[in-house]
């Protein structure tokens, strides 16, 4: 059972893997269209075509390998500047320019003079190429916001889930209570498990930050409702002054620092919490942020991640992982000891997150990326209107083709990056708790 499972996990999310390639494709297959330029292919993989229709001019098709797709669209490159666009040096890097120019064309015909990418006004061309990564990004706040407000997220609530006994600080590694620690002003005020406190010093609370927050600024003298049983209780209590975890300004402990600040001593319940449209806004905020911050730090982790592939290192969990990984990783969720719509979520929060990665790397100011055409695109906007100010003579279309030296430089760093990401997800792979 746990074979079939792990399976069917890999399975859906390779299906999940397609859809989303797909719909990145589409977002550029039919904002190219809509400015009239035309695409001979749309292409979901690489590698060996295994199924392809042609409709109109398109050709529609899937490839052996599920790694990515394209469209492949006409004139993505201007000629040089003698009108031609075939190759005419023996200089290596010059051969990589024009054979991109070459490929371009390759497929133009009568009439396409009117209906190439390079002739569109930069803000189409940047709006055609940000279709892709958009709709990478739709479709990640779409499941996120679906998971957060239908289902929820692990949240602290205002629910006892344990009273502590006496008075320890939290800088101090130890749970057991000592003849010298107070009691702790929640025992004191005959607070129990499974209380709901819903009010305190008389104001109502609705979540444990707010509570949390209340408590921390109060020492001395306070009431706190409970719910007990559906009975309301008021409860006296005297808080304390102890030493506890800090937290950031978005309300989050910081590891292993501590301040001084009033003192209940009780653990909250975690339950699973449907989220409100701003709760889950800000969490996919956060989660964006997060994202942002997993870009940046990629080169950082590459020593680690080459231990972990060749050496005992140890796979950190916030390792990069690629599709290899994120496929182990659905076929173990699958296989939890969990509520069937928590593994669902889980599965599905893969998925965003997998949207949300594809939206960032893509917007990177890069080519062969997205974010490379689209820099070429404004840097072009910039030439020209600075000239029209100046009124100096227009520079013409910017020629992409121009860094294809580049591309190639950074797409054999992104793939030497995959093979080390693909063999330590095999060799060392993350694993989910």
Not at 216 to 227: K, L, M, Q, S
Not at 263 to 284: H, K, N, W
Not at 303 to 331: C, H, Q, T
Request: a neutral charge.
């Amino acid at each position: 059972m746990t074979i079939l499972l792990t399976v069917l996990g890999i399975a859906l999310f390779a299906v999940g893997l397609l859809f989303s390639i797909a719909w990145h494709e589409l977002g550029h297959l039919s904002t190219a269209k809509l400015f009239g330029i035309r695409v001979p292919q749309y292409m979901v993989g690489f590698g060996p075509t295994i199924w392809s229709r042609h409709k109109g001019e398109t050709e529609y098709g899937i490839k052996a390998i599920p790694a990515g797709g394209y469209i492949r669209m006409i004139g993505m490159f201007p000629p040089g500047p003698d009108g031609r666009v075939e190759a005419r040096s023996t200089s290596p890097w010059r051969g990589m320019i024009e054979d991109a120019r070459t490929a371009a064309f390759e497929e133009l015909r009568p009439g396409d003079e009117t209906r190439l990418f390079y002739t569109r006004k930069p803000w189409k061309r940047v709006i055609v190429m940000f279709a892709g990564p958009f709709m990478n990004l739709v479709l990640a706040v779409a499941i996120f916001l679906g998971v957060s407000m239908s289902f929820g997220f692990a949240t602290q609530t205002t629910q006892v889930a344990g009273v502590q006994q006496c008075v320890i600080p939290q800088s101090e590694e130890r749970s057991t209570c000592t003849s010298t620690d107070p009691e702790s002003p929640a025992a004191a005020a005959g607070l129990l498990k499974d209380d709901r406190i819903v009010a305190f010093d008389g104001v109502p609370v609705s979540d444990w930050g707010d509570l949390s927050n209340r408590i921390r600024e109060t020492i001395g003298p306070a009431t706190i409702t409970v719910d007990r049983g559906g009975e309301e209780k008021v409860l006296q209590a005297t808080l304390l002054k102890n030493m506890v975890a800090k937290k950031d300004a978005d309300g989050q402990v910081v590891p292993g620092e501590f301040v001084p600040a009033g003192y209940l001593g009780f653990a909250a319940r975690t339950e699973i919490v449907p989220q409100t449209f701003g709760q889950s806004m800000d969490r996919m905020g956060d989660m964006f942020e997060n994202g942002v911050q997993a870009i940046v730090s990629l080169p950082a982790k590459v020593p680690d991640l080459w231990s972990a592939a060749f050496s005992d290192g140890e796979r950190k969990d916030d390792s990069p992982v690629g599709v290899v990984g994120a496929a182990r990783i659905s076929g173990e969720v699958l296989n939890l000891d969990a509520p069937t719509q928590n593994i669902v979520a889980t599965f599905m929060m893969l998925l965003a997150g997998f949207n949300l990665s594809l939206f960032l790397f893509n917007m990177l100011p890069l080519l062969p990326l997205d974010g490379g055409h689209i820099a070429g695109a404004l840097w072009e906007s910039l030439r020209r209107n600075l000239a029209r100010l100046f009124r100096r003579p227009d520079p013409g279309p910017f020629d992409v083709a121009k860094l294809m030296p580049v591309a190639y430089v950074v797409a054999g760093i992104f793939i030497c990056f995959t093979l080390l990401v693909l063999v330590a997800d095999i060799v060392n792979p993350v694993k989910i708790s």
